[in-house]
């Protein structure tokens, strides 16, 4: 059944509009039905990649959103830019922001963070054995977390793309990056030796804004919670 909201009006009046926080690329266009069912209805332009806005009013007053890097979600809200945000669950393992709490898990968004290296590289009686790896990723400190709990330290190669090129052209041995349908690493002679993580978009908020404004953005999670009843 398909939640309907007339603008505001769960929403208390206030004096200027809470921010949500949306993550440019696919994650963009995978939520925008439930924005939809949630009542959110943006400015057009927030789903064209040419536009130069980066903050879009919606068709309700007490709400604007912002489009930013997914990297950039968890950040612009644990540190009160933006009052709510759509962020993918590696995002929170990786930053791990006392000033974040996920109330919802939006059920979109599905992939994997995990460790993937040359098609002839797993040995298991060998990495039992290592005391420590180069790791390329843009997560280090999950990365870094994943092998010290085997006991292996973790020298990374901080990167923001193009992971799978790294073992190749001996800039790591091993890659931890996210992983949809793995065909990217296929196609660079790379596979996929273990997941260190499912992942999903969650629904964050600052605490500190919940504790200060508990109406509007308490009503805002209510609302999200009811775009995902069946």
């Not at 980066?54 to 950039?72: E, Q």
């Not at 791990?96 to 098609?119: F, T």
């Not at 790791?135 to 793309?161: C, S």
């Not at 041995?173 to 790379?190: E, F, K, M, Y």
């Amino acid at each position: 059944m398909t939640a309907f909201f007339p603008a505001a009006a769960l929403v208390p009046e206030q004096t200027s509009p809470l921010v949500l926080a949306l993550p440019k690329g696919r994650i963009l266009k995978e939520c925008s039905a439930l924005l939809s069912r949630a009542g959110v209805h943006p400015a057009a332009d927030y789903l064209d990649e040419d536009s130069r806005r980066l903050r879009f009013p919606t068709d309700d007053p007490t709400l604007d959103v912002v489009r930013v890097r997914p990297f950039d979600v968890a950040t612009f809200v644990a540190f009160g830019g933006a009052q709510i945000g759509i962020c993918g669950s590696d995002v929170l393992m990786e930053f791990d922001y006392p000033e974040l709490y996920a109330p919802l898990d939006l059920d979109i968004g599905h992939c994997r963070v995990s460790v993937a290296g040359p098609g002839d590289w797993i040995d298991t009686a060998e990495t039992r054995s290592w005391s420590r790896v180069r790791v390329a990723t843009k997560y280090p400190n999950i990365a870094r977390r994943h092998f010290a709990a085997r006991g292996i330290h973790a020298d990374v190669v901080h990167l923001n793309g193009a992971m799978e090129l790294a073992p190749g052209l001996g800039l790591s041995r091993l890659i931890v990056d996210l992983v949809q349908t793995g065909s990217t690493l296929a196609a660079n002679g790379l596979r996929e030796s273990e997941v260190i993580a499912h992942v999903s978009s969650r629904l964050v908020v600052n605490r500190t804004a919940l504790k200060t404004q508990p109406e509007a953005v308490g009503a805002w999670i209510e609302r999200f919670r009811a775009a995902l009843a069946p």
